[in-house]
């Protein structure tokens, strides 16, 4: 059967049930997403200020089985956030008055912030406590709570610390029936039951909305280094990381690999963003560590910079002197996907392969693109993780417009290449709308059968976020 | 609809599709559990040597309406390898032929472990290959990885390395419908689709059996150092640890608390455990840490002690000085369960609540034992992650047998004060059968609903260790 459209009819059944400025016409920043790919029907928003306003919408739209796209800061980059279509016009659903801080407990390494809050405020939140919450990706400025674990973001700081879902003791979260699931717990420990939470976080929205979640805080390291290592090849860049952790352990919270194509890129499209080598090396690799004291992170890294280079696993180097040289650094790193837009990419691929497959992967990728046809390709990322960014460019003088007859082909001549060595075709952004191709092709079927029984399930109208991840049925 | 029982007929069919030693009749071992207070039905175990076969046992158990209780090392403590009964008699499943260690990729920091391979060689594969599993429990040397999975295993490193499921990457399981769910993946990031990995973690085999893993490994840190020190209170011990992960990080690895009953009883009943101190501390805490290069984890203790005795936290303490006699020290904190077996508590409880909620809790719950009735509290366990085993035993001269009829009585008092205090009332034992009625009492109501509707949608017969977490219907 069918989903309803949140029809004029529907509108005024709501309004009826909710205060009265909780429902208004979505503006455009709305029904647009980062990558233009998509951009919604035009329809209404609903902006609760309660966990009990958002049970009452959920409960309403379960009534009339009208569809429910949550929507966080809007930054997915798989059209999670973003349903395209007319008849069946969904309600939004905007978590950004939901905004509070609503504990911190320092001497737990816990805060509980609601679905609304900016990554930033959140990070700011733990600081102010003297606190680390690492979660740390791009976005950080704009992305809001409830997305980040709906999405199970990464980042760079996953290595050390974990994903989302790893950061995250308990959710409040409203489930399709509209029931209101309390499971803020500040617990380590909690062994009764089945797994909700780590059900939802991910699930993109599909299962239900999470409105709050208590999170885990760490103690800040005592004092963080930072250094830019070229290195020969993404083998000896794996190399330099087992040494790294074999001589630090654990606090090795980034390891960042460049190719030399995304420093061309920066030349060529930022040229404020300052570049540490006079040439760009083919590949280097951004390191951070965080250690207790006792140590110091510039001698640790000058020690490990020694000894790579000892073991011909690094030709050159900078272990940065200030935190300005490693603000510096970090620059080169962060604004790479600011200088792929304004290349524009074919095709972009957010890929994970066992990290020992990681040196076989990158030329084998690039072979079988040439067989394709004649492409760019700006690898970079969480190394560290076994995840690359992957992502094709079209060659100097031609525009992603020559190639879009070719991205279906070169998504799956990728793709398959990831699934033959045994990694994900979305390693941290998540299936949204996308990927849900790829998820039924490459997806092993008796978890497709199970992840689409439990759907049925928990949300047996399908209202939630309806064609993200599943296909809406 | 109820279940069949695994009779002469069921066995036969089930016979003919299988190699001629994997069915058997039970054992005595099969069917008793630790604390002694359930025996399983005489019946039949399964012994597969393959997922193939235990697809094979799963499908024909499903086509029967058989139940089927999976079987690890037998370990648990709450009921959940043991299904009394007599007209339902299920089937025993042990994974105990499935024992390989697959595969060690020790550069991806990874082991692939089949459900039936023990604790203990899993560490000692890992420590073969210069690294560190770090699940380390009191049941090491018979526990098997599947049980450890499907209870979310905790024990003493849950502080610096998660639960067993932030240890594992990836499962190998076969689902109630008897379909292979081949999801062994060797990556830290895959976003495709719902977490059924974390939904079958913690599900103690109702939704399915586990029958490999991949498993997270870590670096060993280069140097470890334990500590012995006497706290004036609960509430110093927190401060005590606060301070010590300030001052050294996640390098904290375990942060055990133990009160002064724990040790007379060990001098009451287990008289060739040296302790370390002539008179019983009141309370004492158990730390060991593990440092990266550069550092002296004994020096760090030893300034740890220093700064902490300035701050009044602590008023005695010993560093240890060879690994015998870290040891030593952790002799006494490993042998309280067993000297606890021999005193014969009355009722045991695997509580946690939120830090900061420790030092209110323990004397909290000792005022409303007292109403109930004249008993001695053996507190001491994993206080770092805010999870107390909490026992009570009768008072000296009186047997568990005195206070048989006031069990439930005990049991409601604690768990009832543990859930005011917003904690959990099974933090890492699991629910078995043991605390299907805690669940039921104390679980939110929509999770509770959410965890029915994934058991009916995944296991529609229900026969997957059935009355398991869940009351059978």
């Known amino acids: 059967m069918p989903l309803a459209p949140a029809d004029d009819a529907f509108l005024e059944t709501l309004r009826a049930r909710l ?3 909780v429902l208004r016409p979505a503006e455009a920043r709305y029904l647009e997403e980062p990558r233009g790919r998509w951009s919604g029907a035009p329809t209404h928003v609903a902006l609760p200020r309660s966990v009990d306003e958002v049970a009452d919408i959920v409960r309403a739209c379960a009534e009339a089985r009208v569809g429910i796209v949550p929507y966080g800061g809007g930054t997915g980059l798989v059209g999670g956030q973003v349903m395209p279509g007319g008849a069946e016009a969904p309600l939004l659903l905007s978590l950004e008055r939901m905004n509070a801080v609503r504990g911190v407990w320092a001497e737990e390494n816990v805060l509980v912030a609601e679905a609304g809050a900016i990554l930033a405020e959140v990070q700011g939140a733990a600081r102010e406590a003297g606190r680390l919450f690492p979660l740390s990706l791009a976005s950080e400025g704009s992305a809001r709570m409830g997305g980040l674990l709906a999405t199970n973001a990464g980042g760079v700081n996953v290595l050390r610390y974990g994903n989302a879902r790893d950061l995250c003791l308990g959710l409040e979260a409203v489930l399709p029936s509209g029931e209101i699931w309390h499971g803020l717990r500040r617990l380590r420990k909690d062994n009764t039951g089945y797994d909700l939470r780590n059900l939802l976080i991910g699930a993109e929205g599909t299962l239900g ?3 709050a979640a208590s999170l885990r805080l760490f ?10 290592l070229v290195v020969e090849s993404p083998a000896a860049a794996l190399g330099l ?3 790294a952790r074999t001589q630090m352990g654990e606090a090795v919270s980034a390891f960042e690999i460049m190719g030399r194509t995304g420093w061309e890129f920066l030349a060529e499209t930022l040229p404020e963003v300052r570049l540490p080598f006079d040439d760009a ?5 951004l390191v951070e560590v965080g250690l207790p004291r006792g140590l110091s992170p510039a001698e640790a890294l000058e020690e490990l910079f020694a000894d790579a280079f000892e073991a011909g696993l690094v030709s050159d180097g900078l272990v940065a002197q200030s935190e ?8 080169v790193r962060e604004r790479i996907p600011e200088a792929n837009r304004k290349i ?7 890929i994970s392969v066992p990290l020992s497959a990681i040196p076989d992967f990158i030329p084998e990728g690039m072979r079988r693109l040439a067989a394709v046809g004649d492409f760019r390709v700006n690898c970079f990322g969480h190394v560290g993780d076994g995840n690359l960014h992957y992502n094709v460019f079209p060659a100097p003088g031609r525009s992603r417009a020559d190639h879009e007859h070719q991205r279906d082909e070169i998504k799956r001549v990728l793709h398959d290449l990831v699934h033959e060595m045994g990694g994900s075709v979305s390693a941290e952004h998540g299936i949204g709308r996308l990927k849900v191709d790829d998820l039924e092709r490459y997806q092993d079927p008796a978890k497709l059968n199970a992840m689409r029984a439990i759907k049925d399930a928990l949300d047996p109208s399908g209202i939630m976020n309806p064609g993200a991840v599943l296909r809406a049925r």
């Open 241 to 243: 990381l087992a040494m």
């Open 281 to 285: 090396p083919e590949w280097s690799v």
């Open 219 to 228: 103690p800040m390291p005592a004092a963080t280094g930072t250094a830019l």
């Open 209 to 211: 909305v999470i409105t």
């Open 324 to 331: 300005a040289q490693a603000a510096e650094f970090w620059q």
């Open 344 to 350: 524009g990419a074919v095709s972009s691929h957010d």
């Open 19 to 21: 205060p009265g400025d």
